[in-house]
């Protein structure tokens, strides 16, 4: 998808996985492309519909969530596009975590017993659950990794302030609570995830994607406790079968090394895998779109000729 140019616009940003639009400094339209990211790194080749599939099930959630706290999202004009407001973003990835998974357990693998400031109790098993979602917050880099941080650092080095910082705790263990609510009634294990925030005024606004397969990971629940006893993998629906598919072709995203091949068969793999989770997330069946650049061109002018107002600025904390 080439950098498209719309009216008001006064910004471009080309994210890892997304295209950022900023209009009249005050809204966003998001394309989300079909590239692919993982160890921070986008992938040579994309992934037909991915750009689709996430477009939908964050604006999904966001709808489902928006009695817990506002949200960004103003209008889905397009399959793969969202509008919304720009909201002054907080500097961090608020990271949860309901089961010892993914980085949580390689670093316990390791022999620590703390994750991001968060102690962890002895005897845990890969998966595991934890007896309350941990927070293991990190910080959002401009280039390059994100890096572990603590509550602690973030308000000692004013990174959030405290009050502030409080309150994006508390509205991630909603949120997070509400997605695994909802994950189970479909059947599956909302995992981890990560939530960005933003403000309006003074209010704190809900931004970005949530619970999609990149932001998340998601396990079946049908057999998880059979497979926990007899100490098997758990079924992912998510991102983390690319990651392994890297690691174990010599790819961890460290300096120096090399992303191998990616065949037609990964590709399509990849692509059908994150389809299936859609499905599944959602209950929905998916139905291929294939937009072309001149209908996102016309539905987005059309779309930025009426945007709402902007929320009143006088906060509600
Ligand atoms: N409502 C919003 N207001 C301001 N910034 C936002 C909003 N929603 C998302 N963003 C930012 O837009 C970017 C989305 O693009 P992404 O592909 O995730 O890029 P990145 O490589 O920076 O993670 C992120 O940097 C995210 O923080
Ligand atoms: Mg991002």
Redesign the pocket.
């Known amino acids: 998808m080439q950098q498209l140019q719309l009216p008001h616009q006064t910004n471009f ?1 080309k ?4 295209d ?1 639009y900023t209009i009249a400094d005050k809204y ?1 339209v ?1 394309v989300v492309s079909d590239r692919i ?1 993982a160890f921070d790194v986008v992938l040579p080749r994309p992934i037909p519909y991915k750009g689709q599939v996430l477009n939908q099930i964050a604006a999904q959630f966001l709808e489902a969530t928006k009695d817990i706290v506002p949200n ?1 999202l103003i209008k889905v004009p397009l399959p793969n596009a969202a509008i ?6 907080y500097p961090v990835e608020m990271v949860v975590r309901g089961n010892l998974t993914g980085h949580a357990w390689r670093t316990y693998k390791s022999g620590k017993r703390e994750l991001c400031g968060v102690a962890l109790p002895e005897g845990m098993r890969e998966n595991d659950p934890f007896e309350q979602p941990i927070i293991t917050p990190t910080t ?1 880099a401009h280039e390059g990794h994100d890096e572990d941080i603590s509550r602690e650092e973030i308000i000692k080095k004013g990174i959030v302030p405290e009050k502030e910082y409080e309150q994006l705790e508390q509205l991630t263990l909603a949120v997070f609570e509400r997605g695994r609510k909802m994950a189970n009634e479909r059947g599956l294990i909302l995992v981890d995830t990560k939530y ?1 925030f ?1 403000k309006i005024g003074d209010t704190i ?1 809900l ?3 949530i619970h999609t397969p990149d932001s998340s990971r998601y396990f079946y629940l049908d057999g998880f406790e059979e497979r926990q006893k007899a100490g098997e993998p758990q079924k992912q629906l998510s991102k983390e079968f690319v990651r392994e598919w890297l690691m174990e072709n010599g790819f961890q995203g460290k300096d120096g090394q090399q992303v191998p091949e990616m065949t037609d068969e990964v590709v399509s793999r990849i692509s059908e895998r994150y389809i299936e989770l859609y499905e599944h997330v959602t209950g929905k069946k998916f139905v291929k779109e294939d937009v072309s650049e001149a209908e996102m061109i016309a539905k987005l002018n059309a779309e930025l000729d009426h945007l709402p107002p902007i929320p009143d600025q006088i906060g509600t904390l």
């Open positions: 940003y994210g890892k996985v997304r950022v966003m998001m990211s960004w919304g407001y720009k909201c002054e973003t959002k960005e933003g606004y931004i970005d994607e």
